[in-house]
T-cell receptor, first 112, second 108 residues
Framework: DGGITQSPKYLFRKEGQNVTLSCEQNLNHDAMYWYRQDPGQGLRLIYYSQIVNDFQKGDIAEGYSVSREKKESFPLTVTSAQKNPTAFYLC???????????FGPGTRLTVT | KNEVEQSPQNLTAQEGEFITINCSYS?????LHWLQQHPGGGIVSLFMLSSGKKKHGRLIATINIQEKHSSLHITASHPRDSAVYICAVGNTGNQFYFGTGTSLTVIP
């Protein structure tokens, strides 16, 4: 079955540590996205990538970094510079230029 | 001001009731999406529409482009419909704007 996987589902880290969230897709989609979801707010775009080895900052990229070395994979690193990292993180993909996005199951990150 | 506004924010219904969730947007769009997010967090795309009406089972989505408004209807609601329903709009520049969601609880 084609789809998007994110791991782990729950992640706990101490303040000051970098943490990497995994996102893998086998849909052969060119474009991949990372969103952050906070209670009472709509999803906000962190980073997106439309092609391998290229990515662009979204609306709230500060404190985050990404890489896109393979078409299938778009890992997100939450760095210690991110002031409020505790949130629910969603990865999505789409055909390049496509309007329909497919979402992963999400990772809930808690930093204490 | 948010580009996408949803109402109501929270909705509680008795099983069997007809439910309507509304979405208004202020930007030009190529398509509007209705998404469903279950308590576990994963998001499923219910509808993508750019005009008229779509129906899938007990779910109906309508859009009025002139009024920049869409509605999601659930007929004969069931407890398993309990979820957060999110309206999102996408434009030709591949920008996506999300509403804050409507939390629906259907009581048996």
């Amino acid at each position: 079955d084609g789809g998007i996987t994110q791991s782990p589902k729950y992640l706990f880290r101490k303040e000051g540590q970098n943490v990497t969230l995994s996102c893998e897709q086998n849909l052969n989609h060119d474009a991949m996205y990372w969103y952050r979801q906070d209670p009472g707010q709509g999803l906000r775009l962190i980073y997106y990538s439309q092609i391998v080895n290229d990515f662009q900052k979204g609306d709230i990229a500060e404190g985050y970094s990404v890489s896109r070395e393979k078409k299938e994979s778009f890992p997100l690193t939450v760095t210690s510079a991110q002031k409020n990292p505790t949130a629910f993180y969603l990865c999505a993909s789409s055909i390049e230029g496509g309007l329909r996005k497919y979402f992963g199951p999400g990772t809930r990150l808690t930093v204490t | 001001k948010n580009e996408v506004e949803q109402s109501p924010q929270n909705l509680t219904a008795q099983e069997g009731e007809f439910i309507t969730i509304n979405c208004s947007y202020s930007v030009g769009i190529s398509a509007l999406h209705w998404l469903q997010q279950h308590p576990g967090g994963g998001i499923v795309s219910l509808f993508m529409l750019s005009s008229g009406k779509k129906k899938h089972g007990r779910l109906i989505a309508t859009i009025n482009i002139q009024e920049k408004h869409s509605s999601l209807h659930i007929t004969a609601s069931h407890p398993r419909d309990s979820a957060v329903y999110i309206c999102a709009v996408g434009n030709t520049g591949n920008q996506f704007y999300f509403g804050t969601g409507t939390s629906l609880t259907v009581i048996p």
